[in-house]
């Protein structure tokens, strides 16, 4: 059974920068593609950061040019490197896999989720 788990997460002045781990047991992570989510109180889940089985790498506008998704071969982790954090960054963070087809910022189409780490940050 996939599952995943999110880690790194904690507290940041705005403008500094924190790097979060997506870690998937129960498979080769290089056989999935990996989605970031992140959901703020009172508000729709967010996909954000997009990587592929094969690398290719999609960004929502929210964070373009801030955040990065990259993954090791050799490794069992996503990582997620965000820069010049702003206070509407604060949310739970979620990475997601099980993509089936359509969209990568449409939550429906991922069946497997984490259970997310929370990012704060504060001006």
């Known amino acids: 059974q996939v599952r995943l788990v999110e880690s790194g997460g904690g507290s940041v002045q705005a403008g500094g920068s924190l790097t979060l781990s997506c870690t998937l047991s129960?498979?080769?992570?290089?056989?999935?593609?990996i989605a970031w989510y992140r959901q703020a109180p009172g508000k729709e889940r967010e996909g954000f950061a997009f990587?592929?089985?094969?690398?290719?790498?999609s960004y929502g506008d929210s964070v373009q040019g801030r955040f990065a998704v990259s993954r090791d071969h050799a490794s069992t982790t996503i990582s997620l490197q965000m820069n010049s954090l702003r206070g509407e960054d604060s949310a739970l963070y979620f990475c997601?896999?099980?993509?089936?087809?359509?969209?990568?910022?449409?939550?429906?189409?991922?069946?497997?989720w984490g259970q997310g780490t929370q990012v704060t940050v504060s001006s």
């Open positions: 997601a896999t099980g993509w089936r087809s359509g969209r990568w910022s449409r939550p429906d189409n991922f069946n497997i």
């Open positions: 990587i592929s089985s094969n690398y290719n790498r």
């Open positions: 129960g498979d080769t992570i290089n056989n999935h593609s």
